[in-house]
């Protein structure tokens, strides 16, 4: 039997929407046929326990260059192994610099096609650093049998950077509109974070300066504290420091939540609770991280039948059309984020519409399966 292998560090349950995407591509597949190898993290039994797709997993350290070069070759030996043992004539190589050099000297020496996975800021100069990095990115991306992208902005960047179309796949995240679902504010979470009658703001994203974090203090702060308004933030990352010191300096302190990282199953609940979803995303060029490539956090918003409120940077634009689903806004411009939150605030009837259009678009557009099934027609180890 031909089989497919995808080789990824995001899977869940790491809380992702690289991982995300990929435990709802890879679980319409054949487990038999579509294999996952990826690191073990914490919890990762638990959700494997349950999941409808259980992956190969391996122990290794996970932080460090020593770490780094360890879990390199386990991965090489593990991949080899699978090769020579069980029939793997297809990689997925879920990130550029650890898993695609490993597909595409798989593909040279073996002939085994190598799908690059991409999503967005991966030509650009910052991304690169060195020179000798920027010559193993380019022969990444140019020798590499195909690109998946994650959204038109993102494909547009490659075809720019010339690679042909007939090698770019396009795979726009979805959403689990079985999963993410309109309801009631959980009072548990009401009660949690204090916030009974109050209007709820809602982020939920790593903790980095691309997400705008800081964008939705400085638009509270012009608010004031009349609007009875709370802020609430889900997930963790390197800017916590930096948006607590915000929140003293705006007079916001008591207004504002940090939850943490949250479970993939206790999210729904948080987009419940929430009146507005926003994430005014920037676009930061000394990182490595560049652009928002899609942000699966609007739609799954949506699906719950909220608005959401993006940055006009990146992919989001696949993911919220201004005026339908949500607005999109200036993500240096607080007064332009200012002016869509009041009127939201101030008008529930257009929230209320502009998260039902949402809502009825991620069920005519956002499906997984679909996504499954454009991914498969790209296959190449048959039947």
């Known amino acids: 039997m031909k ?12 809380i992702s929407g690289i991982s995300t995407v990929y435990y709802h591509v890879w679980k319409h597949y054949d487990p038999e046929r579509m294999l996952v190898l990826t690191p073990h993290v914490d919890g990762d039994k638990d959700f494997d326990s349950s999941a409808v797709f259980s992956p190969i997993r391996f122990r290794t350290p996970q932080t460090g260059l020593p770490g780094k070069l360890i879990r390199l070759i386990l991965t090489v030996s593990w991949t080899k192994w699978l090769v020579f043992f069980k029939g793997v004539r297809e990689i997925h190589a879920g990130q550029i610099l650890s898993a695609g050099p490993i597909g595409l000297a798989f593909q040279k020496i073996f002939g085994i096609p190598c799908f690059l996975w991409v999503y967005g800021g991966e030509t650009t ?20 049998r195909y690109l998946v992208t994650n959204s ?4 547009e960047e490659f075809l720019e950077y010339g690679i042909p179309r007939d ?15 309109p309801g009631p504010k959980p009072k548990n979470l ?49 800017d916590r420091e930096r948006l607590e010191e915000l929140i003293v300096e705006y007079g916001l302190s008591g207004m504002v939540s ?10 729904p609940d948080y987009y419940r609770l929430s009146d507005i979803y926003v994430m005014p995303n920037r676009e930061v060029l000394e990182s490595t991280d560049s652009i928002e490539g899609f942000g699966i956090s609007f739609i799954e918003a949506n699906a719950c039948k909220k608005p959401s409120i993006a940055g006009k940077s990146g992919g989001s634009g696949a993911a919220v059309i201004d005026g339908l689903n949500g607005y999109r ?11 869509r939150l009041t009127a939201l605030l101030d008008n529930p009837e257009l929230a209320d ?4 259009q949402g809502y009825e678009r991620v069920h005519a557009e956002f499906s997984w399966e679909d996504r499954a099934k454009t991914l498969s027609e790209y296959f190449t180890i048959g039947e």
């Open 329 to 339: 806004v200036d993500p240096e411009d607080p007064a332009e984020l200012t002016d």
């Open 190 to 238: 009401v009660e949690k974070f204090g916030v009974d009658g109050k209007k709820i703001l809602l982020t939920v994203s790593r903790l980095t300066k691309r997400k705008g974090h800081d964008l939705v203090l400085r638009a509270m702060k012009n608010l004031g504290k009349s609007n009875d308004l709370h802020y609430i933030i889900v997930g963790s990352g390197e």
């Open 353 to 356: 519409k502009l998260g039902q």
């Open 125 to 144: 100069d910052a991304y690169k650093g060195s020179k000798i990095t920027e010559w193993f990115i380019d022969t990444l991306l140019n020798q590499a």
């Open 152 to 155: 038109p902005v993102v494909t």
């Open 167 to 181: 090698r770019i796949i396009e795979i726009i995240p979805a959403v689990d509109a079985s999963t993410f679902t």
């Open 3 to 14: 089989r497919s292998l995808l080789l990824t560090n995001d899977y869940p349950p790491v």
């Open 258 to 267: 940090f939850a943490g990282r949250v479970p993939d199953e206790e999210l």
